[in-house]
């Protein structure tokens, strides 16, 4: 999601048969006042399931990001994992996780990992100084940080995506 003033994205997957699978992937970039509400469910209901939830969110300047995720388990043996990280540029900016985890079935097992943080200042300092300006450092260092969702892209969009990265975090 990048560009609009309000984004509300909330994708759902239903796990209804036995061993089915299911993996989700997130790359949220606001700035100026953008809200970005996203998220995710997966509802496991066939037995042994499993599911991935892989989010990354860059808030800069006033904007906000929330990110929501249900997990249901009714199903037997089921397995989720998640993972939601989130980067905040300036000092208004915004960043919130609010997972949501329901254990109906019995044996399951669910992780969920989420951590917010600013860019890295050494990094973006060496990058400085080997030559490159503020905006192409914190793209490529957020184009890193986001690899496992951007990793996951068709060849023909994942060099678009590098671009699309760096207009969306440029302050021109």
């Given at each position: ?148 969702v951007l990793s996951r892209l068709p060849m023909e969009f994942l060099v678009e995506s590098k671009q699309l ?8």
């Amino acid at each position: 999601e990048v560009g609009s003033a309000l984004t509300w994205k909330y994708p759902s997957t239903i796990l209804r048969g036995n061993n089915a699978y299911s993996d989700f992937y997130s790359l949220s970039i606001t700035r100026g006042a953008q809200m970005a509400d996203t998220g995710t469910k997966m509802i496991h209901i066939g037995n042994k399931s499993k599911s991935n939830i892989v989010s990354y969110g860059v808030a800069t300047d006033a904007s906000t990001q929330t990110f929501r995720s249900l997990v249901s388990f009714t199903g037997n043996n089921c397995t989720n994992a998640s993972k939601c990280d989130s980067r905040l540029i300036g000092n208004r900016a915004t960043a919130n996780t609010i997972p949501r985890i329901i254990h109906a079935g019995t044996n399951n097992h669910q992780s969920h990992e989420a951590s917010t943080g600013t860019i890295d200042q050494t990094t973006l300092t060496y990058l400085n100084m080997a030559g490159l300006d503020t905006d192409s450092a914190i793209a490529l260092i957020i184009g890193a940080t986001a690899t496992p969702v951007l990793s996951r892209l068709p060849m023909e969009f994942l060099v678009e995506s590098k671009q699309l990265i760096k207009m969306a975090l440029s302050k021109d």
